[in-house]
């Protein structure tokens, strides 16, 4: 079992930033891939981010150039640092991990950028 628990989100102005983290507890020994995905109202969940062991990292094309996924070696925690932020990024965001193909996710955090 691995728990997830997510903090950063919040209230900011179109072409504002904020920082995303996610820590994971538990078996964390087996978690091959973090990631990031969102889910606004009305719409689907999606993939906003992801990083796998070994460092590959994949993007939406909606954050491109906007948004970094990070995962600092000495630390077991996932970070999102979202810049430019633009309204359409309002969604609740949700951390997941997958550990021996199982997949777990965190409570969300909330985004609402809006002026």
């Known amino acids: 079992q691995v728990q997830l628990v997510e903090s950063g989100g919040g209230f900011v102005q179109p072409g504002g930033s904020l920082r995303l983290s996610c820590t994971p507890s538990?078996?964390?020994?087996?978690?091959?891939?973090m990631a990031w995905y969102r889910q606004a109202p009305g719409k689907q969940r999606e993939l906003v981010a992801g990083?796998?062991?070994?460092?590959?990292?994949t993007y939406a094309d909606a954050v491109k150039g906007r948004f970094t996924i990070s995962k600092p070696h000495a630390e077991n925690a996932v970070y999102l640092q979202m810049n430019n932020l633009k309204p359409e990024d309002t969604a609740v965001y949700y951390c997941?991990?997958?550990?021996?193909?199982?997949?777990?996710w965190g409570q969300g955090t909330q985004v609402t950028v809006s002026s």
């Open positions: 997941t991990a997958t550990s021996r193909e199982t997949p777990y």
């Open positions: 538990g078996s964390i020994s087996g978690i091959s891939a």
């Open positions: 990083i796998m062991r070994g460092g590959r990292i």
